[in-house]
């Protein structure tokens, strides 16, 4: 079915067929962004009724657990169909990386994966809708599943922030942030070696088309160096900014 047309926008195979880009309208590109925002309006308007409602947490937490598993695991699942033993199938990318874990904690509300998946759920997930690189329009299940898992991914961490009173100690907070540093010199060594892009860490500046923003960050090479202090700003500041609003959420 051609709604479940799967190609990489990034290999010929998907330039051949559609000849470039497919473009999202305004629709695509900000409806999700409405829904995400109003969500999460709701989610602390009425905290109290699933911080005081145990069953109804559970049921929510498991079923959206559930939609989230069936939409990461079809990514790889279908990328797999064409490609096979492709680098294209590697749980590599941070909104990856970061989906794996949010899954782990709404099922088991395991503090110990919070913190990484707040701050780098939260960023990554914002980045990926506020700069869509998808491919596919709404008439493709891609969009669907790149939008849908994106937007669980932010409201994961946030609801246990919100609900559950899951407040990042400094610890947890810098802990959460030298993970993301490990990840992040692991992948520049393995995208250096093996000519890949995963987490957008790119050396060979004839792939900044794939992400065109870095050029507004110093382009390549250079970019990572802003990008470096952009993540330790953003991971200080929604810290302080939890402080201040904690009180809001209880």
Not at 113 to 125: A, D, M, N, Q
Not at 136 to 149: H, K, L, P, S
Request: charged share 15%.
């Amino acid at each position: 079915m051609e709604f479940f047309t799967y190609l990489s926008p990034y290999r010929d195979e998907y330039i051949a067929k559609y000849g470039s880009w497919m473009q999202l309208n305004v629709f695509e590109r900000y409806l999700p962004l409405i829904i995400l925002f109003t969500l999460i309006y709701l989610l602390f308007k009425y905290r109290e009724v699933f911080r005081n409602n145990k069953l109804l947490d559970k049921r929510l937490r498991y079923s959206v657990g559930i939609i989230f598993v069936i939409l990461y695991s079809s990514h790889y699942i279908l990328r797999f169909s064409i490609y096979g033993l492709d680098p294209l199938i590697l749980p590599f990318q941070l909104c990856s990386i970061s989906m794996f874990t949010a899954i782990i904690l709404i099922f088991t509300k395991n503090r110990v994966v919070y913190s990484f998946t707040l701050y780098t759920g939260v960023i990554g997930g914002l980045i990926s809708l506020f700069v869509p690189v998808i491919g596919y329009g709404a008439e493709f299940y891609r969009y669907y599943q790149y939008t849908v898992a994106h937007g669980i991914l932010i409201i994961t961490p946030l609801y246990f922030l919100i609900v559950h009173r899951y407040y990042p100690s400094k610890k947890e907070s810098v802990k959460a942030f030298l993970i993301l540093q490990t990840i992040a010199t692991f992948m520049m060594f393995y995208n250096y070696y093996n000519d890949t892009d995963f987490m957008f860490l790119l050396f060979d500046k004839s792939k900044i088309t794939k992400f065109p923003m870095i050029k507004y960050f110093g382009g390549i090479p250079y970019y990572i160096i802003l990008v470096e202090f952009a993540a330790m700003g953003f991971v200080a500041g929604f810290y302080q900014v939890i402080n201040k609003l904690k009180n809001k959420f209880e």
